[in-house]
Structures are given as C-alpha cells and as structure tokens.
C-alpha cells in the first residue's frame, strides 16, 4: 500500500527536507544525461558497497554520496515521495 499523505501536521517549513529533495533531483537529472558508460563509472565511485567499506579506508564518504544515486525513474519518485511524506516530521523532531 502507498501512502498518499501526511496527517501529522508541521510546526515548521522543512526547509531541509525540500533541499535534499532539490539536490537529489539536480543529480538524478545530471545522472539522465550521462551516457551509460560514465554513469556505470559513477556509480561505482559514489555508489555504496559494503566489501568496500571494510577494505577501503576512504570508503566511508560513500555512505553520504550513495543517497543521491538513483537506479531509475520509479526508484527516485518513491524515495523522493518517502521524503516528503516523512521528512518533515523528522526534522521537526530532530531540528533542522
């Protein structure tokens, strides 16, 4: 089932919520214009892979990057759905 809203309502703008969800469309368009051999290179720098992390001291900044590669068009709508419907409750717990 999907969930179409939100009922908890927010005490604030999620200003950061609606900044990730710009910077993840910024490079999920960014990613559409790569051809797929540059995009293949991408993933495997950005791209999180756990054998890596124990391995590759350097490793650990995938963590963060991973979050904005998107395998497709119905991936990045509901991740960025999920977001929008959750991150405003999650900021207004934990603060912006």
Not at 35 to 54: D, F, I, K, W
Not at 68 to 82: A, D, P, R, S, V
Request: aromatic fraction near 12%; glycine fraction near 10%.
């Amino acid at each position: 089932m999907i969930q179409i809203q939100d009922s908890v309502p927010s005490r604030s703008v999620p200003l950061a919520t609606w900044g990730l969800i710009l910077l993840n469309g910024l490079v999920f368009f960014q990613e559409l214009a790569l051809p797929p051999e540059s995009l293949e290179q991408l993933t495997a720098l950005l791209g999180m892979v756990p054998a890596r992390l124990g391995h590759d001291p350097e490793a650990w900044w995938t963590l963060l990057t991973c979050m904005f590669l998107h395998g497709g068009w119905m991936h990045f709508i509901g991740n960025m759905w999920t977001l929008y419907l959750f991150g405003d409750n999650v900021e207004d717990r934990m603060g912006s």
